[in-house]
């Protein structure tokens, strides 16, 4: 729990790499070293050829908001003053899929293929949340 009162990952031996990749602001994907597959969220076996033997690649952070939806009632109590918030389904440059959240920006602009990139939300020492924000134009410069 947070300091708010919210829950927070449980780090798992295989999602450590993952979560002290992102407390340093990495956003790394889980790929098989048997067929090249990328998957989110990191498992224990390769969801198309069931390998064992998986690593990481850091991803650029850039992705595309595949769909969402605005939260305006909370579902508990801990994340009322966030509402009204974005709930999103990000699809990153390399292809797969992540739940999330679009932040800094009105949830009025939010919309389907929007360009986001990712940022983390520090809660602490060794948890850091993906989050994302709207691609200024100067980014894409
Ligand atoms: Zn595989």
Same mark, same amino acid.
Not at 12 to 30: F, I, K, M, N
Not at 60 to 79: D, K, R
């Given at each position: 729990m947070t300091a708010e009162g919210k829950p927070v990952p449980d780090i798992l031996p295989d999602t450590r790499e993952y979560w002290e990749a992102a407390s340093r602001g990495e956003l790394l994907v889980q790929t098989c070293c048997s067929c090249g597959s990328k998957q989110y969220?990191?498992?224990?076996?390769? &969801?198309?050829?069931?390998?064992? %033997?998986l690593g990481w690649t850091k991803s650029s952070g850039m992705g595309t908001v595949y769909s969402y939806t605005v939260i305006h009632?909370?579902? &508990?109590q801990t994340f009322a003053? %966030?509402?009204?918030y974005v709930y999103a389904i990000i699809e990153l440059d390399e292809g797969v899929r992540m739940i999330s959240n679009v932040v800094?920006?009105?949830?009025?602009?939010?919309?389907?293929g929007m360009k986001v990139k990712v940022f983390f939300h520090r809660l602490s020492d060794t948890i850091s949340i993906p989050r994302f924000e709207p691609v200024q134009q100067a980014d894409t410069e």
């Amino acid at each position: 729990m947070t300091a708010e009162g919210k829950p927070v990952p449980d780090i798992l031996p295989d999602t450590r790499e993952y979560w002290e990749a992102a407390s340093r602001g990495e956003l790394l994907v889980q790929t098989c070293c048997s067929c090249g597959s990328k998957q989110y969220f990191p498992r224990l076996l390769c &969801h198309r050829c069931l390998s064992e %033997d998986l690593g990481w690649t850091k991803s650029s952070g850039m992705g595309t908001v595949y769909s969402y939806t605005v939260i305006h009632q909370a579902a &508990h109590q801990t994340f009322a003053p %966030d509402v009204p918030y974005v709930y999103a389904i990000i699809e990153l440059d390399e292809g797969v899929r992540m739940i999330s959240n679009v932040v800094n920006t009105d949830v009025s602009k939010v919309h389907i293929g929007m360009k986001v990139k990712v940022f983390f939300h520090r809660l602490s020492d060794t948890i850091s949340i993906p989050r994302f924000e709207p691609v200024q134009q100067a980014d894409t410069e």
